[in-house]
C-alpha cells in the first residue's frame, strides 16, 4: 500500500472513527482502526461491536490495500506531524510514515479478524434535519437510567407513530420527551443506546439531514462522508403516554434564569444531605425554594405567575435542576395537580417539548 493524503482531512476523520474505539475492549483487533486504500479514496473502520463507523475521504493511492492500525497511536501520531501531506508505504504488518522531517514505523495487524459491518435492511429510511434531530437529542439522552439491570431505560426510545417521532429518555424518576414531525407513516420503535446518540451528535458537523434506516437489531446513520452504526436495545419499555396527563390544576409561570439560579444556590446544601431535597412552596405570586441539610440551610425566593391553589411540593434537586438547565426558553411553565404526582415542566418556545419530574413525598 502506498498512500499520500492531506494530514488535517485525516486527523478528522481518525477523530471521528475514534468514537467508536472502547476502552474496555478485550478484542487487541477492536483497539484498531481498520484502513483500506481503493479508488482514490481512503475508508477507515472502527467498531466496539455496539458503534461501528465507516469513514471515507479523499487520497492519493498507487498501490491498494487494506491493514489495521492501533487507533491511539495513529491518531497521537498523525494530530502531532506538522506537515500538510502524509506519505504512508504498508509492507505485509509495518507502516512507514513520512511527514517532512519525520519518519515513523509501527507495526500494524492483519484485518482478517476486524468484524464486518452490521447489514441493516433497507426497508424504511427517515429523513430528518440534522438541527432538529441534535436538539431531541440533548433534551432527551440525559435523563437515561445509568442501572444497567434495566437495559431498555439506559437507552432512548424512538417511537415513531402518526407522523411523529417521539424521543424519550425515563429512568423511573423523570422523564424527557422531545417530539419532531416525519413524512413516515409507518409505526415502529427503537430503543438506542444513549452512549450511541451522544456520540453520533458529536460528528454531526456540516450535514443539512440525517438519514435513519432502521433494522431489525441494528440503527444506521447516513451522514455526507460517514456512516454510523449502532445496535438497538433489547427489551420493553415504559408505556411512558400514560404519563403524560392535562389536568393540572396549579399553573406557575416563572423566568427559567431565575429559577435556575435560584435551585443551583440551593442544591448546594441539598447535595450535603441524603436525600438530596429541595423543597418548593407556592403562594403570593412567588416560589419560596429551601433546603435543610446537618450542615445548614437555605431560603431562596423566585418571583412567579401562579394559578391555582397554593402548594407545597418536594424534589430531588438533581431531577429537577438538570430538567430547568436542558431549556432554552426564557419562560417555563411548571404544571401541578398536588405534592404527590408529576410536575410537568413544558418551555415556552419549544411546544413540543416536556419534562415530567416526580417528586418526593415528605412525612407529615
Given amino acids: ?6 494530514r488535517k482531512e485525516l486527523s478528522r476523520h481518525i477523530s471521528i472513527v475514534q468514537k467508536a474505539i472502547s476502552s474496555r475492549t478485550t478484542m487487541q483487533i477492536l483497539e484498531g ?3 483500506i486504500a481503493k479508488d482514490n479514496l481512503l475508508t477507515l473502520i472502527a467498531s466496539d461491536t455496539e458503534i461501528s463507523i465507516k469513514t471515507t475521504l479523499p487520497a492519493i493511492i498507487s498501490d491498494e490495500g487494506k ?3 492501533n487507533s491511539r497511536l495513529f491518531g497521537d501520531i498523525i494530530r502531532k506531524l506538522q506537515g500538510d501531506i502524509i506519505d504512508f508505504e504498508i509492507n505485509q504488518t509495518n507502516m512507514n ?4 522531517k519525520s519518519e515513523f514505523n509501527i507495526q500494524c495487524q492483519v484485518p482478517d479478524e476486524f468484524p464486518d459491518l452490521p447489514r441493516v435492511d433497507e426497508n424504511l429510511t427517515i429523513k430528518l434535519k440534522s438541527s432538529d434531530f441534535k436538539e431531541a437529542i440533548r433534551k432527551t ?3 437515561v437510567s445509568f442501572d444497567e439491570t434495566r437495559v431498555a431505560f439506559t437507552g432512548v426510545l424512538m417511537d415513531i407513530k402518526n407522523k411523529k417521532i417521539n424521543f424519550v429518555a425515563l429512568d423511573g424518576f423523570r422523564m424527557a420527551l422531545k417530539s419532531l414531525d416525519t413524512e413516515c407513516e409507518e409505526n415502529i420503535s427503537a430503543i438506542i443506546p444513549a452512549r450511541s446518540l451522544n456520540e453520533l451528535v458529536k460528528i454531526i458537523e456540516n450535514e443539512e439531514y440525517v438519514n435513519l434506516t432502521i433494522g431489525r437489531n441494528s440503527l444506521k446513520f447516513d451522514l455526507d462522508k460517514t456512516i454510523f452504526y449502532t445496535t438497538l436495545l433489547s427489551g420493553e419499555f415504559f408505556k411512558y403516554e400514560g404519563l403524560i396527563k392535562n389536568d393540572q390544576s396549579i399553573i406557575v409561570e416563572v423566568l427559567k434564569h431565575d429559577l435556575q439560579s435560584s435551585l443551583e444556590r440551593a442544591s448546594l446544601l441539598a447535595k450535603e444531605d441524603k436525600a438530596n431535597l429541595v423543597k418548593l412552596d407556592m403562594k403570593d405570586s412567588e416560589i419560596e425554594i429551601t433546603s435543610n441539610s446537618e450542615i445548614g440551610n437555605v431560603e431562596e425566593s423566585v418571583d412567579a405567575k401562579i394559578s391555582g391553589e397554593n402548594l407545597k411540593i418536594a424534589f430531588n434537586s438533581k431531577y429537577l435542576l438538570e430538567g430547568v438547565r436542558i431549556i432554552e426558553s426564557e419562560k417555563v411553565t411548571l404544571n401541578f395537580t398536588d405534592s404527590i404526582n408529576p410536575c410537568i415542566i413544558r418551555e415556552e418556545d419549544d411546544k413540543d417539548y416536556i419534562y415530567l419530574v416526580l417528586p418526593v413525598r415528605l412525612a407529615n
Fill in 1 to 6: 500500500m502506498k498512500i499520500r493524503i492531506e
Fill in 33 to 35: 482502526i481498520l484502513i
Fill in 67 to 69: 491493514i489495521v492500525v
Fill in 97 to 100: 510514515i513520512k511527514c517532512l
Fill in 141 to 143: 439522552s440525559f435523563a
